[in-house]
T-cell receptor, first 113, second 109 residues
Framework: EPEVTQTPSHQVTQMGQEVILRCVPISNHLYFYWYRQILGQKVEFLVSFYNNEISEKSEIFDDQFSVERPDGSNFTLKIRSTKLEDSAMYFC???????????FGPGTRLTVL | GIQVEQSPPDLILQEGANSTLRCNFSDSVNNLQWFHQNPWGQLINLFYIPSGTKQNGRLSATTVATERYSLLYISSSQTTDSGVYFCAVGETSGSRLTFGEGTQLTVNP
């Protein structure tokens, strides 16, 4: 069964460093997303991506964040100058359309020291 | 933005018991999904159910869109059902999902 994959599973970084989280969405899906979950809290939307551009972003997704689809399979989230409060589980997700089932990857746990 | 409220926040069951989880939302939606977050943190899609009723084994879900709520039924619960159950909704404009706070389910043997 097709699934969303993410790498790395866990990343530790120093405050102020840049990190890139990587995802491979399900191959025939057209919508891609990043969500995050701070430990013990609910899942929060960051950004959606469709047709090679951002289609929607939340207030969390400020200039510190960027997304890219560098080739036909990968989808990345870059966080510039990480802060302590960026520590969270980051989930990549994909869906066939904006109103169909969304499938989540296993997540990348980001720890900022 | 849309508000999503889930109840109860915590639920403890004995194996074999049945349960009903509720999700209320504050506005019209074109997308409603139920997820199970297992103890390893994975979010597993249970149902895509913006309206109507669906069943999958011991789980079933019903969404009454006109009254802005959805219910998830778990029958004959097993210890592997433990985890957090999230309801997530999508508004008619946009593709984002807004998650509720979740219901923490613990099934004891």
């Amino acid at each position: 069964e097709p699934e969303v994959t993410q790498t790395p599973s866990h990343q530790v970084t120093q405050m102020g460093q840049e990190v890139i989280l990587r995802c491979v969405p399900i191959s025939n899906h057209l919508y891609f997303y990043w969500y995050r979950q701070i430990l013990g809290q609910k899942v929060e939307f960051l950004v959606s991506f469709y047709n090679n551009e951002i289609s929607e972003k939340s207030e969390i997704f400020d200039d510190q964040f960027s997304v890219e689809r560098p080739d036909g399979s990968n989808f990345t989230l870059k966080i510039r100058s990480t802060k302590l409060e960026d520590s969270a589980m980051y989930f990549c997700a994909s869906s066939a359309s904006g109103t169909t089932a969304t499938f989540f990857g296993p997540g990348t746990r980001l720890t900022v020291l | 933005g849309i508000q999503v409220e889930q109840s109860p926040p915590d639920l403890i069951l004995q194996e074999g018991a049945n349960s009903t989880l509720r999700c209320n939302f504050s506005d019209s939606v074109n997308n409603l999904q139920w997820f199970h977050q297992n103890p390893w943190g994975q979010l597993i899609n249970l149902f895509y159910i913006p309206s109507g009723t669906k069943q999958n084994g011991r789980l079933s879900a019903t969404t009454v869109a006109t009254e802005r709520y959805s219910l998830l039924y778990i029958s004959s619960s097993q210890t592997t059902d433990s985890g957090v159950y999230f309801c997530a909704v999508g508004e008619t404009s946009g593709s984002r999902l807004t998650f509720g706070e979740g219901t923490q389910l613990t099934v004891n043997p």
